[in-house]
C-alpha cells in the first residue's frame, strides 16, 4: 500500500533523471565521458525514506524484473540496492555490494580485488543507479579516517565512471557522507524535510497524507468503510503521536488497524488510534502523553458544559 506524496514525486523524478542521464552516456559509448551524480536522500528515522526506495522498485522493477526483458531469466541489475549493515567497514561495504551482484565468492580477494570485481559488474549489466540505504551504518567518524577516505573514494569513483550513486540515511548519515567536499559538488539533494505543526503549508502535507491512508485502507478491501482521519482534531493528535513523520504515523495507523479488525470493525475510529498510541507510540517514546485520550476528556468537559 503506497501512498503518493510530493518528497516520493521528487525522489522519483531525480533517480529517472540520473538513470536517463546514464543511458545517454552509455547510448554515445563513453562510460567515463559523462560524469554520473550523487542523490542524497536523508531524514529522521521512520521519515519514510526506505519506503521511497522500495516504491521506486517496484514501480520499475516488479518482483525485480525488468519489464523490457520479461523473457530474460536474469535478474535485472540496471538498478542495485544495497542496504547497509550494521557498523559497515570499507572491506564490508565492498563485500556487500557484491553480494547483492550475487557474486559467488563475496569474501575472496582483498579489497582492491573486490572493488575491481564489482566496476566489472557494473560495466557488463550496465547499471543505471547503485542504491546504498542505512548509510549511516557505514565505519565513518571524519572525513580524514581511513574507512571514510576509501569508502568517499569508491562513492566518488562510481560517479565520476559514469554510474549515479543513491545514498540514503538519518542525519547522521549526512553528516558522514557530505563531510566529503567532492561529494558535496555533485550531490542532488531530495532529502525529507521535519514537518512543522506551525506551518500551514506542512499541515496540508501532512492532513492530505492521513486522509489518503484512511482511504487507502477501504480502497485495499481491509475495512468495508473509509476511516476518517480528517475528523474532529485527529490531524493534530496523529502529528502529536508520529511526531510528524509520515513513516511512524503508517506504524500508528497499522497497529490501530489490528486492534479495529480484532474487534470487527468496519473502520478505524478514534478510540483505536488512542490504543495504538499506547501500543506504540508511548511504548517506543515518540510521545510521553496520549494526545487522543486527552483529546476524548476536553471533548467530554465540553459536552458537559454544554
Do not use: W
Not at 144 to 156: E, G, P, Q, V
Not at 174 to 182: A, M, N, V
Amino acid at each position: 500500500m503506497r501512498i503518493i506524496y510530493p518528497e516520493m514525486v521528487a525522489a522519483h523524478s531525480a533517480f529517472d533523471n540520473v538513470r536517463e542521464a546514464r543511458r545517454s552516456a552509455l547510448e554515445i559509448g563513453g562510460r567515463s565521458k559523462i560524469e554520473g551524480s550523487l542523490v542524497s536522500l536523508f531524514g529522521k528515522s521512520h521519515a519514510g525514506k526506505t519506503t521511497i526506495l522500495e516504491a521506486y522498485m517496484e514501480a520499475h522493477f516488479p518482483d525485480d524484473v525488468d519489464p523490457e526483458k520479461p523473457d530474460n531469466k536474469r535478474p535485472q541489475r540496471k538498478i542495485v540496492g544495497i542496504t547497509l549493515n550494521g557498523d559497515s567497514s570499507y572491506l564490508s561495504f565492498v563485500k556487500q555490494i557484491l553480494r547483492a551482484y550475487k557474486d559467488p565468492f563475496p569474501g575472496d580477494g582483498n579489497a582492491d580485488d573486490k572493488l575491481e570485481r564489482i566496476i566489472k559488474y557494473i560495466n557488463y549489466y550496465k547499471t543505471e543507479l547503485l542504491i546504498f540505504d542505512e548509510a549511516s551504518n557505514l565505519r565513518i567518524r571524519k572525513a580524514t579516517d581511513l574507512d571514510a577516505t576509501k569508502t568517499h573514494n569508491t562513492l566518488r569513483g562510481f560517479a565520476k565512471m559514469g554510474c549515479p550513486v543513491v545514498v540514503a540515511g538519518t542525519e547522521e548519515a549526512e553528516s558522514k557522507i557530505l563531510s566529503d567536499g567532492q561529494l558535496v559538488s555533485m550531490n542532488h539533494d531530495v532529502s525529507i524535510k521535519t514537518l512543522k505543526q506551525d506551518c500551514a503549508a506542512d499541515m496540508h502535507l501532512f492532513g492530505s497524507y492521513c486522509a489518503d491512508l484512511g482511504l487507502a485502507l477501504k480502497e485495499h478491501g481491509l475495512f468495508p468503510k473509509r476511516s476518517n482521519f480528517v475528523i474532529d482534531n485527529t490531524i493534530a493528535c496523529l502529528f502529536i503521536a508520529s511526531g510528524g513523520l509520515r513513516g511512524r504515523v503508517s506504524r500508528l495507523v497499522e497497529h490501530a488497524a489490528y486492534i479495529a479488525r480484532h474487534e470487527d470493525a468496519e473502520e478505524v475510529r478514534l478510540d483505536h488510534l488512542e490504543a495504538a498510541t499506547d501500543a506504540y507510540s508511548i511504548k517506543n517514546k515518540i510521545v510521553t502523553h496520549n494526545p487522543f485520550r486527552e483529546s476524548r476528556k476536553t471533548r467530554k468537559k465540553e459536552t458537559r458544559v454544554a
